[in-house]
Each structure stands twice: as structure tokens, then as C-alpha cells.
């Protein structure tokens, strides 16, 4: 259906919004039903939409860095792999890493059990299905910010906090894993600027996490919404995917594809990232496509995060990297207000940067 047939001066975004949350069949029920054209709440105006330009335009064939881990491990190369993770993080803000110790096996298997989940019935999904309670237990929603975002995009997910029984030994192996890489990481991101490995640590980095799996159907038009607008992180990310693409980073004002590489992560740093090393590291807008692809696009994050902190503990540039010629460029700011920020309306680029910057 083109855009013009959505046009209507008696439509009711509202209540078409309330009625498909309200039914709890997500996108995946919707593509699973046959439509040929998608609701009129989930088309994107065209600012957002550059991507119906030809793909030579578009993208192109410039790809983000690659990085084996292999070398953490060995002492007279790892300033190697270090400098490898700085360069990477300082001008991308987004790389892949292989050889990072996780087994193909747990791989396949978190993939396969997130696909099972989003796969099941809409009656067993459905029991889960809610918005109530965004940051506790399990959430299994489409659009957490389904009705603070101009536009719905084409994905389900299934937030979890406690894992749900069919997916739960697949993911609490996981979840240990990709900790332990997102750990090795934050100390390399640390050396990179000099700074004490376990800063990350002490700041309390990995004790705030959360684990998302995200299923992207068939999209019957995929040239009239996206499968996750443009958005930047907050903290450290590290992201499983299939085979099917749709990632997009944005580089040199060009958005950029990210080919999926069997048995790699994709790795990208957020907006608290770039502030406390005062933009020697940088965050950057990504963004998934929607597909027409019968094959879903699934993928599972695990977002790692400062833990929780009161209106007394302040964050800002590291002290370390300070200097006269090296004035801080943000003021501090504490993890409520940076919360708020960032969670307060739908997903967006750098805002809570522009805010603190000095």
C-alpha cells in the first residue's frame, strides 16, 4: 500500500495504537496473518526514511573493524590488541570481534531459543506480553516506547530480567559469557587511554545489565518503516546476531552495513561511554532496516551499565584524563538524571550528550 492510501482525516493513531498493543500478537503476528501492507503507526516520515535512495547512495562498501581477541591472553602482543580497540572505538565506536572464547555451540543454541520464543504461539507469548513494568521481570513487548516514538518500528522483543522457562538455560549461558567478554573489553578500552584496567569495574560497569532478544519479521513494506530508527546506546553493548543483516552504523554521514560473520559479536560503546572518557571514545546513531526477508533477523544484546546510583553520586569525565590543555567537556551529572534522560521518551542520538556538554 503506498503512503497516500494510509491517509485518512479520520484516523485515530491513539486508538489503532491501543488496539494492536492491546491484542498482544506483536509483528510477528501481524506478518504471520498475511497482510500485505503495514498499519499506518508504523510508517516513518521521509527525514527518516533516507534509505529509499539507491543503495549506491546509501551504503557503501566500507566495513567496521574486525578484531581477534586471541591476543588478550598474550603478553607481548596485547598492546597490540589494545591499540586495535582504541582506533576502532575512537573513530567508528563500533567493531566485531572473533575469537572471543565463547563456543559456537552457545551461540547457535541463544539464537535458536530466542527464534523458538518469538516462534511460539500467540497464546504462550501473550501470558508474557506487557508495558507495565518496563525494567522488572520479563517483558516480551513490541516498541518498548511504542507510544513515545512518532512512529512504530517493525520488531518484537523480549526484555529479560528473569528469564522465561523456555529460553532460560540458553541465556544464562549467555549471559555469562558475553559478561566475561564485556569485561575483557571495558579493560581494553581502559588501557587504551591509560587508565587503570579496572576502572570499569569500579565504577560499577558490569553491575548493571540487561539482556534483550530481538525478532525482526517479514516486513510486507519494508521501504515505509524500520526495524529500529536511528538511536545511540547508553553503556557498553555486545550483540549476537543470525545471518540475516539490517544493522546499519553511521559513519562519515554515510550509513554503513554491518555484515553479519559467523561466530562473531558486534561491539559498540554509548553515550555514558563517550562522556566519562570526554570523547576520546565516541558513540555513534545505528539502526536496523526492516526486511522482506522470510528469514527474521534475530539478535540478543546484552547492554551493560552503571548500577544503580543515588542523586549523591556524580559521574563525569575521568579525572585521570583531565589536564589545562585537556578540560573536561561535560558537566557531571548523576545516574537518575542520566536515566531519565535517556528513557523518558522514545529512542533517540546523543540528546542527553548535548545536554551535559559544556
Known amino acids: ?109 541463544t539464537i535458536n531459543a530466542i527464534k523458538a520464543f518469538h516462534n511460539e504461539p500467540h497464546e504462550v507469548k501473550s501470558k508474557l506480553y506487557n508495558r507495565e513494568n518496563e525494567r522488572n521481570g520479563v517483558m516480551y513487548t513490541t516498541n518498548n516506547d511504542l507510544y513515545r516514538a512518532k512512529a512504530a518500528c517493525w520488531h518484537d522483543s523480549l526484555t529479560e530480567e528473569d528469564i522465561p522457562e523456555p529460553c532460560r538455560k540458553e541465556i544464562v549461558a549467555w549471559e555469562l559469557h558475553a559478561s566475561k567478554v564485556a569485561e575483557a573489553l571495558l579493560e581494553l578500552l581502559s588501557e587504551g587511554l591509560g587508565v587503570e584496567a579496572e576502572r570499569f569495574k ?23 518503516t524500520l526495524g529500529i530508527t536511528s538511536h545511540t546506546d547508553s553503556g557498553l553493548t555486545v550483540l549476537l546476531q543470525n545471518q540475516v543483516g539490517g544493522l546499519q552504523v ?5 550509513w554503513i552495513d554491518v555484515e553479519p560473520l559467523p561466530g562473531a559479536l558486534t561491539v559498540n560503546i554509548g553515550d555514558f561511554i563517550q562522556i566519562i572518557f570526554n570523547d576520546n571514545y565516541i558513540s555513534v546513531e545505528h539502526r536496523v532496516l526492516a526486511k522482506a526477508s522470510k528469514e527474521p533477523r534475530i539478535s540478543i544484546v546484552a547492554f551493560f551499565n552503571v548500577g544503580y546510583h543515588n542523586d549523591s553520586d556524580y559521574f563525569g569525565p575521568l579525572p585521570e584524563l583531565l589536564s589545562p590543555n585537556k578540560p573536561a567537556l561535560y558537566r557531571k551529572f548523576t545516574v537518575p538524571e542520566f536515566s531519565e534522560s535517556f528513557y523518558s521518551k522514545g529512542l533517540d542520538s546523543k540528546s542527553f550528550i548535548q545536554k551535559v556538554r559544556l
Open 202 to 224: 569500579k565504577l560499577g560497569f558490569l553491575d548493571g545489565k540487561l539482556l534483550v532478544g530481538h525478532c525482526y519479521p517479514y516486513c510486507p513494506e519494508p521501504d515505509l
Open 250 to 254: 553511521k559513519h562519515d554521514d554515510e
Open 1 to 109: 500500500m503506498a503512503a497516500a492510501d494510509h491517509a485518512n482525516s479520520t484516523y485515530d493513531r491513539m486508538k489503532e495504537l491501543k488496539e494492536f498493543d492491546q491484542s498482544k500478537i506483536g509483528v510477528k503476528g501481524l506478518a504471520d496473518s498475511g497482510i500485505t501492507s503495514i498499519p499506518r503507526f508504523f510508517i516513518h516520515s521521509p527525514d527518516t526514511l533516507d534509505l529509499k535512495k539507491p543503495i549506491s547512495q546509501t551504503c557503501t562498501k566500507k566495513t567496521i573493524p574486525v578484531i581477534d581477541l586471541s591476543l588478550f591472553n598474550t603478553p607481548n602482543k596485547r598492546h597490540q590488541l589494545v591499540e586495535q580497540i582504541r582506533e576502532a572505538t575512537s573513530t567508528w565506536g563500533f567493531f566485531q570481534v572473533i575469537n572471543h572464547g565463547i563456543p559456537i555451540s552457545v551461540l547457535d543454541e
